[in-house]
């Protein structure tokens, strides 16, 4: 029976792709991995560039596909199959981070937080080694009490190869760093949402904050520790739904404030609020620790030195003015005192005397409109 893929006549192809210029819906559906490939490289430009096409990918099915995609499983991993699961994560990624709050909800809707949870927890039980110290410890059974049944190859070789389809099912996912990236990327943007918060919390198998907050740890790399902090904090924004309230920050608690403002916040970071004392100790050791990033005062330290500078101003401004008032009272006294000794000793002639006067005066004046000046200057600086 033919598969159900659609010839491209108009551009010589077997199968409908979406190119840079042309996107359709049935493209999506190609049962052939290289022309799904070639379509979903061209969907990601798209969905990067073009809001129109990321609304109609939420209209027309197009999302839910691209779900189903990457939820796909199967037991032979190639470069091919790499590529379409990473094309059309990329592709829901530039959905969810660029589109609007509605399109990010129907992102939520569509199911792919339990893939990036998947995603996040097999990164986590690798990093873990994949085992409890426990299980290696664990004593063998006496073959005694349970006595050994002989089992023929063709059965050992159908177990085995069940036990791997299984655990390739189970094991599926991406353990990349660019890929981890790319989860904590979207579930910060769609953490911005009450309602969205709110399914985090209760929606899934496990709370997607719990999740997160692992990757905030130390060891992780820079980028990835940023984002999930961001994730965290965004967790502890308040639900303007209810008032204004927000939740203890601890993921274990999950209270909520009965009026605004009742929950005590993190000294540190000023983010996290706590009902009690015993929740915010509990959160501490549980990760509350790795992104509780300290919170400086920058609005303060930056006003006191321009207060400071302000006062420094003032106070020169005023030693200036007093210096130049000071100066002006030793001129005019000294001018002053110049003429009583003048008007003592000079000669009795008239026309001297007259001209002489006459020349004390201008200097005076001159002198008079000098220190006018200066205090002008003052004044003005001030």
Same mark, same amino acid.
């Given at each position: ?59 027309? *099915? ?26 059309? &994560? ?24 339990? &893939? ?42 159908? !177990? ?54 692992? &990757? ?17 904090? !965004? ?7 209810? *008032? ?18 009742? &929950? ?38 930056? *006003? ?79």
């Amino acid at each position: 029976m033919r598969e159900p893929n659609f010839s491209f006549p108009s551009q010589n192809r077997a199968t409908i792709c979406i190119t840079s210029a042309l996107y359709d819906r049935r493209a999506l559906d190609c049962t052939a991995t290289l022309p799904l490939v070639n379509s979903l490289t061209h969907l990601a430009y798209l969905t990067s560039t073009s809001p129109r096409i990321r609304e109609i990918l939420c209209l027309d *099915g197009g999302l839910e596909r691209l779900v189903r995609i990457l939820l796909s499983a199967s037991s032979r991993v190639d470069r091919l199959t790499s590529w379409k699961w990473t094309l059309a &994560f990329q592709s829901i990624v530039n959905i969810g981070v660029r589109g609007t709050e509605q399109i990010r909800t129907k992102v939520v809707d569509a199911g792919v937080i339990p &893939f990036i949870l998947n995603i996040l927890n097999n990164k986590t039980l690798k990093q873990k080694g994949n085992h409890h110290p426990s299980a290696s410890h664990k004593p063998s059974l006496r073959r005694s009490t349970f006595p050994y049944v002989k089992i023929d190859s063709a059965q050992r070789r159908h !177990n085995r190869i069940h036990r791997e389809i299984k655990k390739n099912k189970d094991e599926q996912v991406f353990r990349r760093e660019e890929d981890i990236l790319l989860c904590l990327q979207l579930l910060a943007y769609l953490s911005k949402y009450a309602h969205i918060r709110e399914l985090f919390h209760t929606a899934y198998s496990k709370d997607v904050f719990s999740v997160v907050e692992q &990757f905030c740890n130390r060891i992780q790399p820079s980028p990835i520790q940023y984002w999930a902090g961001v994730i965290m904090r !965004n967790a502890c924004r308040k639900d303007e739904t209810r *008032g204004g309230l927000r939740r203890c920050a601890n993921l274990s608690c999950r209270k909520w404030e009965t009026q605004p403002r009742e &929950f005590a916040k993190c000294r540190r970071c000023r983010k996290a609020k706590y009902c009690s004392k015993s929740c915010q100790s509990k959160a501490w050791a549980d990760g509350h620790r790795w992104w509780c990033i300290e919170r400086h005062t920058s609005t303060l330290s930056t *006003g006191i030195p321009t207060t400071h500078s302000v006062d420094t101003a003032t106070a020169t401004a005023t030693t200036t003015t007093t210096a130049t008032t000071t100066t002006t009272t030793t001129i005019n006294n000294t001018s002053s005192g110049s003429n009583n000794n003048n008007e003592i000793h000079l000669p009795s002639r008239n026309s001297i005397t007259s001209s002489i006067s006459i020349e004390q005066g201008t200097e005076s004046s001159n002198e008079t409109s000098d220190n006018r000046t200066i205090l002008m200057g003052v004044h003005m600086e001030l």
